[in-house]
Antibody, heavy 115, light 107 residues
Framework: QVQLVESGGGLVKPRGSLRLSCAASGFTFSDYYMSWFRQAPGKGLEWVSS????????YYGDSVKGRFTISRDNARNSLYLQMNSLRADDTAVYYCARDLQGGAWGQGTLVTVSS | DIQMTQSPSSLSASVGDRVTITCQASQDISIYLNWFQQKVGKAPKLLIYDASNLETGVPSRFSGSGSGTDFTFTISSLQPEDIATYYCQQYDNFLPTFGQGTRLEIK
């Protein structure tokens, strides 16, 4: 079965950096778009970024463009999100998901940006 | 960006009731509309894709309809395990956006 396991979340100071990872299994990772979504505490869902199967096509939401970088390693079945210049409003649970729209999701990892 | 207007924001219904949630897109999105269920403390789960297609393993009491700008999500007979927040999502332009969510409670 499809399994997505995020890691790398934690507490970081404003203007700091963090790198999230997502380990995928149970499907042919290199065949799929992959995405990151997030959900601020008590709020709704927000799409963050997506990357196509070979990494050549990437999309970002306006709120993270220029600060976050999505990447993937098909040999390691892994997805990454490098987050720089973090702000308090980046505080959220970050979910790794299969497909552009999120056909399957991981359990999420909490990122807290606070001084 | 394509804006999604979802209503109602909250809903209380009895077990066995028919429940309907609507979602309106700010522009024509064809059938590129999904419905997700999110239970408290859990990740979202895809229920309906491409407006009306039931994801594998999802009970048949869930259904979706619509195209263009107006979409409907229906639970034909509400069950206690359906307590959750439901979100619509469009993905017409490779930039997915969600409705604000509908919190469903049991009376």
């Amino acid at each position: 079965q499809v399994q997505l396991v995020e890691s790398g979340g934690g507490l970081v100071k404003p203007r700091g950096s963090l790198r999230l990872s997502c380990a995928a299994s149970g499907f042919t990772f290199s065949d799929y778009y992959m995405s990151w979504f997030r959900q601020a505490p008590g709020k709704g869902l927000e799409w963050v970024s997506s990357i196509n199967s070979n990494g050549a096509t990437i999309y970002y939401g306006d709120s993270v463009k220029g600060r976050f970088t999505i990447s993937r390693d098909n040999a390691r079945n892994s997805l990454y999100l490098q987050m720089n210049s973090l702000r308090a409003d980046d505080t959220a649970v970050y979910y790794c998901a299969r497909d552009l729209q999120g056909g399957a999701w991981g359990q999420g990892t909490l990122v807290t940006v606070s001084s | 960006d394509i804006q999604m207007t979802q209503s109602p924001s909250s809903l209380s219904a009895s077990v066995g009731d028919r429940v309907t949630i609507t979602c309106q897109a700010s522009q024509d999105i064809s059938i590129y509309l999904n419905w997700f269920q999110q239970k408290v403390g859990k990740a979202p789960k895809l229920l309906i894709y491409d407006a009306s297609n039931l994801e594998t393993g999802v009970p048949s009491r869930f259904s979706g309809s619509g195209s263009g700008t107006d979409f409907t999500f229906t639970i034909s007979s509400l069950q206690p395990e359906d307590i959750a927040t439901y979100y619509c999502q469009q993905y017409d332009n490779f930039l997915p956006t969600f409705g604000q969510g509908t919190r469903l409670e049991i009376k």
